[in-house]
């Protein structure tokens, strides 16, 4: 439901109209910087709306359908909190205490949805370390110019967004806020200065079809072929449900980037195949809707997990996670996509839901902090594969993002490494560090070829680079 005006001037010559602004925009929001800013409602058709913002006047027609959408110029940043009318000849509301920075959507499935009071969903506290989560729930002096809105998980408001507007750090809901959104918040924040704005919408359980607008599909050859009718499916999945509900209603707004946790439930189908074409799907479409053709996707490696231990409809083996960490490790070929991985950041693999859920964060933000924000020099990026050459029984590789050392996080060996020759028959291997670099052989093997690294879903290697990220699993018998 569209929030009706604050403010009523009653003229007699003048009918009464309802004047609206769309749920996303109230009180205590941030708006964009450095972009054009949207700003969209409703009123009685043919009316003149105006709508002024530091130091901007402008004004519309509200066409046949009572619709008005108004486009801000460009603004610079600014934590003073300021005003923002909208009004018409016999109407008047004004929302307060807006700020100007950078809108950032973190969405998902239950790893995004994750609470940043984990009690309200009764998480597990982290096994090592001290819980900086709930700390930072019980903290007074969170941060002022850090907004979050919170979307619930209610898809029959449509056309109206499920919300109750945007809100600051004072505010009790933010207990229900995305954890990995606050954290991520939080240190974009301290190092840069920028206000912040969070749209928390996510929904555990979902697949990446379920966020993905249903005609984007179309522009794949691979999933076009699916859609044989109106009512068409993606690998069993109508498509588009959670976006309509809790997307689309601020369909347009002017944002900085999308925060992406999401695949367990795409793996539990075993979609490694056709993962990354989904997500090309997704991530251009949301660019078509948010209006941005380099909107940035910074997105996270799920985390180890005993999916063979699942009592799903379909047995899964143990190589079946590191496939679909495969599959997501491929995705960064995609255009503006970004990746944080979380070998290291389970306590349970029983339990999908880790709890380090600020490292999460912390990690997403140095990497956009060194991409969108020119601190480049942060090490931000996890250790890739990127070669290997053969010596005797001696394999040589070599990683890109090793910050000039390569090390493990416990001082011994590095871990989780197996060899193979021509036949494919995989051994453990032995490991040394030599720099940024590895060499690796095997015990009676004499012409190695084949490398795994992390390949079995209880994998949780040692192998760090110089900032202390661990490194991303790979293969290279493809």
């Known amino acids: 439901m569209l929030r009706f005006c604050l403010f009523l001037l009653l003229l007699p010559s003048v009918g009464i109209s309802q004047l609206a602004i769309a749920d996303i925009f109230s009180d205590h929001m941030v708006l964009q910087r450095n972009k054009t800013v949207p700003v969209w409602g409703k ?5 003149m709306v105006t709508v002024q913002f ?3 006047s402008k004004n519309t027609t509200t066409g046949n359908d009572g619709k008005w959408m108004i486009e801000l110029s460009p603004l610079t ?19 307060r205490d807006i700020l100007v920075g950078d809108v950032w959507l973190c969405t998902g499935q239950s790893n995004m949805e994750y609470t940043f009071d984990r009690s309200l969903k009764r998480y597990a506290p982290p096994g090592k370390g001290p819980d900086v989560a709930a700390q930072e729930v019980k903290a007074t002096d969170k941060l002022s110019a850090v907004r979050y809105i919170y979307m619930e998980r209610t898809l029959n408001k449509y056309p109206a967004l499920p919300t109750k507007g945007w809100f600051t ?12 959104g606050y954290f991520f918040a939080k240190e974009i924040f301290l ?20 966020w993905t607008t249903p005609e984007a599909y179309k522009r794949s050859a691979v999933l076009a072929k699916q859609m044989t009718s109106d009512t068409f499916k993606i690998d069993g999945m109508k498509p588009g449900q959670m976006y309509k509900g809790m997307i689309s209603p601020f369909a347009g707004l002017a944002i900085k980037g999308v925060l992406w946790y ?41 985390a180890p997990y005993l999916y063979s231990a699942r009592k799903d ?41 880790p709890s380090y859920k600020w490292i999460i964060g912390q990690r997403m933000a140095a990497q956009a902090l060194m991409t969108e924000y020119g601190k480049t020099e942060l090490e931000a990026f996890h250790p890739a594969f990127s070669k290997m050459k053969r010596k005797g029984r001696k394999i040589f590789v070599s990683f890109s993002n090793t910050g000039g050392v390569l090390r493990t996080s416990d001082a011994k060996p590095p871990t989780w490494f197996m060899i193979a020759g021509k036949n494919k028959k995989f051994v453990p291997a032995n490991v040394k560090i030599s720099g940024d670099a ?9 012409k190695p070829k084949y490398i795994r690294f992390a390949w079995q879903e209880t994998a949780m290697p040692n192998l760090v680079n110089a900032a202390g990220l661990p490194a991303i699993p790979f293969r290279t018998d493809k």
């Not at 912040?196 to 359980?205: A, L, N, Q, V």
């Not at 590895?438 to 004499?446: F, Y």
């Open 43 to 47: 009123a009685s058709p043919g009316l």
């Open 54 to 56: 530091a130091g901007q």
């Open 77 to 95: 940043v600014s934590s003073t909190a300021a005003t923002l009318t909208v009004s018409t000849a016999n109407q008047s509301f004004t929302l």
């Open 169 to 180: 750090a004072a505010d009790t809901t933010l207990r229900y806020v995305t954890a990995i």
């Open 191 to 210: 190092q840069t200065g920028v206000p912040i704005g969070i749209i928390s919408s996510s929904w555990g359980g979902t697949r990446i079809e379920q």
């Open 262 to 302: 999401q695949g367990e439930s795409n793996c539990m189908i075993e979609d490694q195949d056709t993962y990354k074409e989904k997500m090309m799907v997704f991530e251009d479409s949301w660019r078509d809707v948010f209006k941005d053709d380099n909107l940035p996707f910074y997105t996270v490696q799920i």
């Open 313 to 353: 409809p379909k047995v899964h083996s143990a190589e079946l996670l590191p496939l679909f960490w495969e599959a997501q490790a491929r995705c960064l070929k995609l255009h503006r996509t970004y990746m944080v991985v979380t070998t290291d950041l389970v306590d349970n693999l029983k339990d999908i839901h």
């Open 438 to 446: 590895l060499i690796i052989t095997a015990d009676k093997l004499r």
